[in-house]
């Protein structure tokens, strides 16, 4: 009776996350299988053509490239920004710990439109940067800093650094400081500690916050427009433009399929080399 | 504590990320109240019409459509 009791009560919690898996799921394969298709909605012959097209068209692969590129150079500077915030979250102590944990989770709780503004205003040809290098006389006419890929990275910086630092963070604060304390004992220098047992230790939360940084920069449609104003294309403004504005909904999924693939394939890489990293 | 120079590091380090994490969301707030039509800093003069715009009859509420 009670194991018949205790296999209803796990179906019903069960029941949720198979019901949201199974939406997800049913979208991704509708996806997958729109690509495959000469035209949907009307010509549904099946053939490799959107791909082939896809493959053929520069600004598509410059879009994967620069999306790729973005993914990569934001999920590493986010470390190794995020790390020495981290660690002074979690190992200093000082009254004003508090107080920087607030600031950081601060940006999570302002629209990321309210944010990319507030870097026009900063970065902008009027901004707060120009003005203040004219009226130093370091420079006699505006700088162009917006239109750019680094642009957009301090963009997307800004946006997902507290991610990164949160978990990185959860995952230093478990590190007992015993361990430290006893390859100190046993002869290690501060250096030493950190690099052979603290950062090990702590990879796991870099790994974490590094898939989260990269899954949702790979993803991300209103800072490339807003800070890149034309100039820097993501598939997902390609995915936008192909879907909404041209209606070729077998292009776009194509292209969904082939961004989701390539995200795939990093993440595998980077897990990969984080396993091996932390097991020697 | 053998290393009392590195905290100061971190700690200068760490106010660093803190100016960058607040400048954009402190910079909209001026801006709020710019006479000025484009984005600008400093703002050009001082008014609240940006607000008298959202409020019940301003120009926001009565897009065409």
Known sequence: ?280 | MRSRARPRYLDAFVAAIVVFLLAPIVVVLPSAFSSDVALSFPPQGFSTRWFENLSPGGNFCRLPG
């Open chain 1, 1 to 280: 009776m009670r194991t018949v009791r205790s296999k209803l009560l796990i179906a019903l919690l069960l029941a949720p996350a198979v019901l949201i898996s199974m939406v997800m799921i049913a979208a991704i394969a509708t996806t997958l299988g729109i690509s495959f298709l000469r035209q949907f909605p009307g010509d549904l012959q099946v053939t490799l053509a959107n791909y082939i097209a896809f493959l053929s068209q520069p600004f598509l692969l410059k879009a994967a490239y620069q999306t790729m590129a973005l993914g990569l150079v934001v999920t590493a500077i986010c470390v190794v920004l995020g790390y020495p915030v981290a660690w002074f979250l979690v190992k200093r102590d000082t009254r004003f710990r508090n107080a920087v944990f607030l600031i950081v989770l601060a940006p999570l709780l302002v629209s990321i439109v309210v944010r990319t503004v507030g870097w026009i205003i900063i970065l902008g040809n009027e901004g707060l940067v120009n003005a203040l290098l004219i009226s130093l006389g370091v420079i006699d006419s505006s700088l162009q800093l917006m239109r750019s890929f680094w642009t957009v990275v301090v963009g997307l910086v800004h946006v997902l650094l507290p991610f990164m630092i949160l978990s990185i963070a959860s995952v230093l604060s478990k590190i007992d400081d015993d361990v430290i304390e006893a390859a100190m004992l046993l002869g290690a220098r501060p250096a030493t500690a950190f690099l052979k047992i603290t950062l090990p230790m702590s990879m796991q939360g870099v790994a974490a916050g590094s898939i989260i940084v990269f899954a949702l920069t790979i993803g991300t449609y209103l800072t490339p427009i807003w800070l890149g104003r034309g100039n820097v294309n993501v598939l997902a403004i390609s995915i936008h433009e192909q879907a909404l504005i041209s209606v070729e909904w077998s292009a776009a999924a194509t292209s969904a399929v082939l961004l989701t693939i390539m995200a795939l394939v990093f993440m595998a890489i980077f897990l990969a080399s984080i396993r091996r990293m932390t097991r020697r």
